[in-house]
Protein backbone atom coordinates (compact mmCIF):
# COMPACT_ATOMS: atom_id res chain seq x y z
CA UNK A 1 0.00 0.00 0.00
CA UNK A 2 1.52 3.52 -0.91
CA UNK A 3 1.30 6.32 1.57
CA UNK A 4 -1.08 8.30 -0.52
CA UNK A 5 -3.44 5.42 -0.38
CA UNK A 6 -2.85 4.52 3.17
CA UNK A 7 -3.41 8.13 4.07
CA UNK A 8 -6.82 8.18 2.64
CA UNK A 9 -7.53 5.10 4.39
CA UNK A 10 -6.23 6.75 7.03
CA UNK A 11 -9.09 9.96 7.04
CA UNK A 12 -11.81 7.65 5.55
CA UNK A 13 -11.79 5.68 9.23
CA UNK A 14 -12.29 8.64 10.49
CA UNK A 15 -15.10 9.38 8.50
CA UNK A 16 -16.87 6.46 9.21
CA UNK A 17 -15.84 3.43 6.86
CA UNK A 18 -19.54 2.43 7.35
CA UNK A 19 -21.09 5.83 6.17
CA UNK A 20 -18.48 7.32 3.02
CA UNK A 21 -15.99 6.60 0.94
CA UNK A 22 -12.85 8.57 -0.45
CA UNK A 23 -11.17 7.68 -3.41
CA UNK A 24 -10.57 9.79 -6.89
CA UNK A 25 -11.72 10.23 -10.28
CA UNK A 26 -9.76 8.29 -12.94
CA UNK A 27 -8.17 11.36 -14.64
CA UNK A 28 -5.74 12.45 -11.81
CA UNK A 29 -4.84 13.04 -7.83
CA UNK A 30 -7.49 15.86 -7.44
CA UNK A 31 -9.80 16.14 -6.39
CA UNK A 32 -10.37 13.55 -3.69
CA UNK A 33 -13.60 12.30 -3.93
CA UNK A 34 -16.08 11.77 -0.41
CA UNK A 35 -19.25 9.59 -1.43
CA UNK A 36 -21.87 8.20 1.15
CA UNK A 37 -22.46 4.42 2.04
CA UNK A 38 -24.96 5.43 4.14
CA UNK A 39 -28.03 6.26 2.67
CA UNK A 40 -28.99 8.68 5.26
CA UNK A 41 -26.48 11.14 3.99
CA UNK A 42 -27.48 11.23 0.58
CA UNK A 43 -31.51 11.02 0.98
CA UNK A 44 -31.53 13.89 4.76
CA UNK A 45 -30.01 17.10 3.74
CA UNK A 46 -30.25 17.55 8.11
CA UNK A 47 -28.55 14.12 8.15
CA UNK A 48 -25.78 15.38 6.32
CA UNK A 49 -25.55 19.05 7.44
CA UNK A 50 -25.22 17.66 11.09
CA UNK A 51 -22.36 14.70 10.12
CA UNK A 52 -20.55 17.72 7.78
CA UNK A 53 -20.75 20.06 11.10
CA UNK A 54 -19.33 17.19 13.11
CA UNK A 55 -16.82 16.21 10.93
CA UNK A 56 -15.50 19.42 9.97
CA UNK A 57 -12.29 19.26 11.78
CA UNK A 58 -11.62 16.19 9.57
CA UNK A 59 -12.32 18.13 6.46
CA UNK A 60 -9.93 21.18 6.95
CA UNK A 61 -6.81 18.20 7.77
CA UNK A 62 -7.98 16.88 4.41
CA UNK A 63 -7.95 19.99 2.59
CA UNK A 64 -4.79 20.71 3.66
CA UNK A 65 -3.57 17.44 2.21
CA UNK A 66 -5.16 17.18 -1.12
CA UNK A 67 -5.69 20.40 -1.61
CA UNK A 68 -9.40 20.48 -2.59
CA UNK A 69 -12.46 17.84 -1.54
CA UNK A 70 -15.99 16.58 -3.90
CA UNK A 71 -18.66 15.26 -1.74
CA UNK A 72 -20.43 13.85 -4.22
CA UNK A 73 -23.56 11.72 -3.90
CA UNK A 74 -24.96 13.81 -0.24
CA UNK A 75 -28.15 15.25 0.12
CA UNK A 76 -27.75 18.23 -1.55
CA UNK A 77 -29.96 19.31 -3.91
CA UNK A 78 -31.12 23.20 -3.41
CA UNK A 79 -29.47 26.07 -2.72
CA UNK A 80 -31.09 26.38 1.08
CA UNK A 81 -29.20 22.63 1.59
CA UNK A 82 -25.90 24.70 0.54
CA UNK A 83 -26.47 27.69 2.01
CA UNK A 84 -26.81 25.46 5.39
CA UNK A 85 -22.97 23.90 4.63
CA UNK A 86 -21.64 27.50 4.20
CA UNK A 87 -22.87 28.38 7.96
CA UNK A 88 -20.08 25.72 9.05
CA UNK A 89 -17.01 28.80 7.76
CA UNK A 90 -16.58 32.28 8.34
CA UNK A 91 -17.90 34.66 5.84
CA UNK A 92 -15.30 36.15 3.41
CA UNK A 93 -15.01 39.86 4.21
CA UNK A 94 -16.28 42.34 1.89
CA UNK A 95 -17.95 39.57 -0.25
CA UNK A 96 -17.56 40.14 -3.40
CA UNK A 97 -17.05 44.02 -3.12
CA UNK A 98 -14.51 45.20 -6.46
CA UNK A 99 -14.03 41.78 -8.03
CA UNK A 100 -12.72 41.57 -10.79
CA UNK A 101 -15.54 39.65 -12.72
CA UNK A 102 -19.49 39.99 -12.91
CA UNK A 103 -21.53 37.76 -10.62
CA UNK A 104 -24.74 38.66 -8.88
CA UNK A 105 -25.43 37.48 -4.81
CA UNK A 106 -28.46 34.91 -4.37
CA UNK A 107 -28.53 34.74 -0.92
CA UNK A 108 -27.07 35.01 2.15
CA UNK A 109 -23.30 34.01 0.98
CA UNK A 110 -24.09 32.48 -1.84
CA UNK A 111 -23.32 33.84 -4.75
CA UNK A 112 -23.81 33.02 -8.70
CA UNK A 113 -20.71 31.53 -10.59
CA UNK A 114 -19.09 34.03 -12.94
CA UNK A 115 -21.59 35.50 -15.72
CA UNK A 116 -17.92 35.49 -18.36
CA UNK A 117 -20.06 34.44 -21.35
CA UNK A 118 -20.19 30.21 -22.00
CA UNK A 119 -18.31 30.54 -25.44
CA UNK A 120 -15.17 31.94 -23.67
CA UNK A 121 -12.62 29.97 -20.85
CA UNK A 122 -12.40 31.28 -17.26
CA UNK A 123 -8.39 30.88 -17.13
CA UNK A 124 -6.51 28.84 -13.95
CA UNK A 125 -6.55 31.51 -10.78
CA UNK A 126 -6.93 31.97 -7.20
CA UNK A 127 -9.88 33.57 -6.35
CA UNK A 128 -9.33 37.90 -5.72
CA UNK A 129 -5.20 37.33 -5.11
CA UNK A 130 -5.17 40.68 -6.83
CA UNK A 131 -6.59 41.98 -3.81
CA UNK A 132 -5.07 42.62 0.07
CA UNK A 133 -8.16 40.60 0.95
CA UNK A 134 -8.57 37.05 -0.44
CA UNK A 135 -10.68 33.91 0.70
CA UNK A 136 -9.01 31.21 2.12
CA UNK A 137 -11.43 28.43 1.15
CA UNK A 138 -13.85 28.22 -1.44
CA UNK A 139 -16.71 26.01 -2.08
CA UNK A 140 -18.81 25.21 -5.23
CA UNK A 141 -22.07 23.66 -5.28
CA UNK A 142 -23.95 22.45 -8.76
CA UNK A 143 -27.15 22.26 -8.92
CA UNK A 144 -27.32 21.73 -12.98
CA UNK A 145 -24.24 20.82 -14.65
CA UNK A 146 -24.02 22.24 -18.35
CA UNK A 147 -25.09 19.60 -21.08
CA UNK A 148 -21.62 20.18 -22.77
CA UNK A 149 -18.16 21.33 -21.72
CA UNK A 150 -18.23 23.87 -18.81
CA UNK A 151 -16.06 21.39 -16.48
CA UNK A 152 -14.20 23.36 -13.51
CA UNK A 153 -11.00 23.20 -13.99
CA UNK A 154 -8.26 22.23 -11.31
CA UNK A 155 -4.61 23.54 -10.70
CA UNK A 156 -1.98 22.06 -7.98
CA UNK A 157 -0.47 25.58 -7.26
CA UNK A 158 2.44 23.55 -4.92
CA UNK A 159 3.03 21.55 -8.16
CA UNK A 160 2.93 24.44 -10.54
CA UNK A 161 5.31 26.97 -8.04
CA UNK A 162 7.63 23.54 -8.12
CA UNK A 163 7.67 23.90 -11.94
CA UNK A 164 8.59 27.69 -12.31
CA UNK A 165 11.89 28.50 -13.24
CA UNK A 166 13.69 29.75 -9.90
CA UNK A 167 14.88 33.04 -11.59
CA UNK A 168 11.51 33.74 -12.53
CA UNK A 169 10.08 33.42 -8.66
CA UNK A 170 13.38 35.40 -7.59
CA UNK A 171 12.52 38.29 -9.75
CA UNK A 172 8.79 38.42 -9.27
CA UNK A 173 9.08 38.06 -5.72
CA UNK A 174 11.37 40.80 -5.40
CA UNK A 175 9.53 43.46 -7.53
CA UNK A 176 5.80 42.06 -6.90
CA UNK A 177 2.93 42.52 -8.85
CA UNK A 178 0.76 45.86 -9.78
CA UNK A 179 -3.04 44.74 -10.81
CA UNK A 180 -4.22 47.85 -12.36
CA UNK A 181 -7.90 47.57 -13.69
CA UNK A 182 -11.18 49.87 -14.46
CA UNK A 183 -14.30 50.05 -13.72
CA UNK A 184 -16.15 51.89 -16.69
CA UNK A 185 -19.00 54.41 -15.91
CA UNK A 186 -22.58 52.78 -14.83
CA UNK A 187 -24.28 51.71 -17.86
CA UNK A 188 -26.11 53.99 -19.63
CA UNK A 189 -27.71 53.77 -23.82
CA UNK A 190 -24.98 56.18 -24.79
CA UNK A 191 -22.12 54.06 -22.99
CA UNK A 192 -23.41 50.49 -23.32
CA UNK A 193 -20.63 48.19 -25.43
CA UNK A 194 -21.96 47.38 -28.00
CA UNK A 195 -19.71 43.77 -27.74
CA UNK A 196 -22.05 41.90 -25.36
CA UNK A 197 -18.75 40.17 -24.49
CA UNK A 198 -17.78 43.78 -23.32
CA UNK A 199 -20.44 44.51 -21.15
CA UNK A 200 -19.64 41.47 -18.43
CA UNK A 201 -15.15 41.62 -19.45
CA UNK A 202 -15.56 45.74 -19.00
CA UNK A 203 -18.07 45.82 -15.59
CA UNK A 204 -19.27 49.50 -14.63
CA UNK A 205 -18.57 50.89 -11.52
CA UNK A 206 -21.98 51.10 -9.88
CA UNK A 207 -22.35 47.07 -10.15
CA UNK A 208 -19.02 45.99 -9.07
CA UNK A 209 -19.08 48.00 -5.73
CA UNK A 210 -23.12 47.75 -5.21
CA UNK A 211 -23.33 51.60 -4.83
CA UNK A 212 -24.14 54.58 -7.62
CA UNK A 213 -22.81 56.76 -5.17
CA UNK A 214 -18.86 57.88 -6.17
CA UNK A 215 -17.87 58.69 -2.23
CA UNK A 216 -18.86 55.52 -0.90
CA UNK A 217 -16.66 53.59 -3.61
CA UNK A 218 -13.84 56.13 -2.47
CA UNK A 219 -14.47 54.75 0.95
CA UNK A 220 -14.94 50.98 -0.14
CA UNK A 221 -12.01 51.22 -2.03
CA UNK A 222 -10.20 52.88 0.82
CA UNK A 223 -11.40 49.58 3.16
CA UNK A 224 -10.49 47.55 0.63
CA UNK A 225 -6.98 48.83 0.17
CA UNK A 226 -7.29 49.82 -3.35
CA UNK A 227 -5.92 52.69 -4.58
CA UNK A 228 -8.22 55.16 -6.96
CA UNK A 229 -8.43 57.85 -9.72
CA UNK A 230 -11.79 59.14 -11.58
CA UNK A 231 -10.52 59.56 -15.40
CA UNK A 232 -13.11 61.79 -17.31
CA UNK A 233 -15.12 59.36 -19.28
CA UNK A 234 -16.80 58.70 -15.92
CA UNK A 235 -14.65 55.74 -15.51
CA UNK A 236 -12.55 54.50 -12.13
CA UNK A 237 -8.97 53.03 -12.18
CA UNK A 238 -8.23 50.81 -9.40
CA UNK A 239 -4.40 49.44 -8.48
CA UNK A 240 -3.40 47.06 -5.87
CA UNK A 241 0.03 46.14 -5.24
CA UNK A 242 0.55 42.10 -4.46
CA UNK A 243 3.32 39.42 -3.91
CA UNK A 244 4.08 36.93 -6.31
CA UNK A 245 4.46 34.00 -4.11
CA UNK A 246 2.41 33.47 -0.34
CA UNK A 247 3.22 31.85 2.59
CA UNK A 248 0.32 29.00 3.56
CA UNK A 249 -0.68 30.39 6.41
CA UNK A 250 -0.91 27.01 8.02
CA UNK A 251 1.46 24.65 6.03
CA UNK A 252 3.87 27.77 5.99
CA UNK A 253 4.62 26.14 2.53
CA UNK A 254 5.61 29.11 -0.31
CA UNK A 255 3.09 28.77 -3.14
CA UNK A 256 2.58 30.80 -6.07
CA UNK A 257 -0.60 33.32 -5.30
CA UNK A 258 -1.42 35.77 -8.02
CA UNK A 259 -3.56 36.61 -11.00
CA UNK A 260 -0.07 37.56 -13.10
CA UNK A 261 -1.73 35.18 -16.01
CA UNK A 262 -4.42 36.08 -16.24
CA UNK A 263 -4.98 39.72 -15.84
CA UNK A 264 -2.20 40.21 -18.24
CA UNK A 265 -3.26 41.45 -21.87
CA UNK A 266 -1.58 38.62 -24.26
CA UNK A 267 -3.36 35.84 -26.40
CA UNK A 268 -2.78 33.17 -24.11
CA UNK A 269 -4.69 34.92 -21.59
CA UNK A 270 -7.77 36.13 -23.96
CA UNK A 271 -7.22 33.95 -26.85
CA UNK A 272 -6.12 35.20 -29.58
CA UNK A 273 -9.24 36.88 -31.55
CA UNK A 274 -10.43 38.41 -27.80
CA UNK A 275 -6.61 40.08 -27.55
CA UNK A 276 -7.07 41.72 -31.13
CA UNK A 277 -10.22 42.78 -30.31
CA UNK A 278 -8.85 44.44 -27.17
CA UNK A 279 -6.23 45.96 -28.83
CA UNK A 280 -8.47 47.05 -31.23
CA UNK A 281 -10.87 48.46 -29.45
CA UNK A 282 -8.99 50.29 -26.61
CA UNK A 283 -6.16 51.69 -28.52
CA UNK A 284 -8.30 55.47 -28.36
CA UNK A 285 -9.60 54.74 -24.67
CA UNK A 286 -8.18 56.47 -21.68
CA UNK A 287 -7.70 52.89 -19.44
CA UNK A 288 -8.04 48.80 -20.54
CA UNK A 289 -10.16 46.68 -18.20
CA UNK A 290 -7.03 44.95 -16.96
CA UNK A 291 -3.56 45.47 -16.95
CA UNK A 292 -0.72 44.11 -15.00
CA UNK A 293 2.72 45.55 -14.31
CA UNK A 294 5.72 45.08 -11.75
CA UNK A 295 5.56 47.15 -8.64
CA UNK A 296 7.08 49.48 -10.02
CA UNK A 297 4.80 50.33 -12.60
CA UNK A 298 6.93 48.49 -15.04
CA UNK A 299 5.28 46.85 -18.21
CA UNK A 300 5.48 42.79 -18.30
CA UNK A 301 6.97 41.61 -21.65
CA UNK A 302 4.71 38.53 -22.46
CA UNK A 303 7.90 36.60 -23.42
CA UNK A 304 8.97 36.46 -19.63
CA UNK A 305 6.16 35.02 -17.85
CA UNK A 306 5.50 31.90 -20.57
CA UNK A 307 6.76 29.94 -18.44
CA UNK A 308 3.64 30.78 -15.79
CA UNK A 309 1.21 29.43 -18.57
CA UNK A 310 3.41 26.34 -19.74
CA UNK A 311 3.10 25.16 -15.89
CA UNK A 312 -0.45 25.94 -15.24
CA UNK A 313 -1.17 23.71 -18.52
CA UNK A 314 1.07 21.13 -17.63
CA UNK A 315 -0.84 20.77 -14.49
CA UNK A 316 -4.16 21.41 -15.37
CA UNK A 317 -7.38 19.14 -14.58
CA UNK A 318 -10.71 19.28 -16.37
CA UNK A 319 -13.58 18.45 -13.30
CA UNK A 320 -17.04 17.77 -14.84
CA UNK A 321 -19.73 18.03 -13.00
CA UNK A 322 -22.81 16.04 -11.58
CA UNK A 323 -26.00 17.45 -10.42
CA UNK A 324 -25.73 18.00 -6.27
CA UNK A 325 -21.99 17.75 -6.33
CA UNK A 326 -20.04 20.19 -3.71
CA UNK A 327 -16.59 21.32 -3.90
CA UNK A 328 -14.24 22.70 -1.25
CA UNK A 329 -11.19 24.19 -2.09
CA UNK A 330 -7.79 25.45 -0.52
CA UNK A 331 -7.84 28.25 -2.33
CA UNK A 332 -4.02 29.22 -2.14
CA UNK A 333 -3.53 26.17 -2.96
CA UNK A 334 -5.73 24.99 -5.22
CA UNK A 335 -6.38 27.54 -8.68
CA UNK A 336 -9.47 27.11 -10.25
CA UNK A 337 -11.12 27.89 -14.09
CA UNK A 338 -13.87 26.82 -16.61
CA UNK A 339 -14.10 25.47 -19.39
CA UNK A 340 -16.21 26.53 -22.44
CA UNK A 341 -19.90 25.28 -22.29
CA UNK A 342 -23.62 25.05 -23.75
CA UNK A 343 -26.82 24.62 -22.50
CA UNK A 344 -27.83 25.99 -18.86
CA UNK A 345 -25.40 25.60 -16.31
CA UNK A 346 -26.11 26.58 -12.61
CA UNK A 347 -22.87 26.38 -10.51
CA UNK A 348 -22.83 28.57 -7.16
CA UNK A 349 -20.24 29.50 -4.80
CA UNK A 350 -19.54 30.98 -1.65
CA UNK A 351 -16.14 32.61 -0.42
CA UNK A 352 -14.55 31.90 2.95
CA UNK A 353 -12.09 33.61 5.33
Known amino acids: MDQRT ?5 FQAMLGSSQVQCGFLSHGPMPLVITPVDNTLSDDSEAFATWYRQHRAVF ?6 FGCLLFRGFALRENADFQVIAQNYPEHAFGYIGGATPRKNIEGRVYESTRIPPTLKIGLHQEKAYMAHYPLKLAFFCKQPSVEGGETILCDMRAVTRRLPAPLIERLSAARIQYVRNFRAP ?14 YHRPWDEAFLTDDPQRVEQLCRETHLDYQWLEDGSITVSHTGDAVLKHPLTGESI ?6 TQHNNARSLGKPGYAYIQHAYQDKPARPYDVRLGDGTPIPEADIAPIYDALEAQ ?3 FPWRSGDMLLIDNIAVAHGRNPFKGQRDVQVALFD
Open 187 to 200: STPENEPRNTHMRE
Open 256 to 261: WFNQLS
Open 316 to 318: EIA
Open 60 to 65: DSLLLE
Open 6 to 10: DRVEH
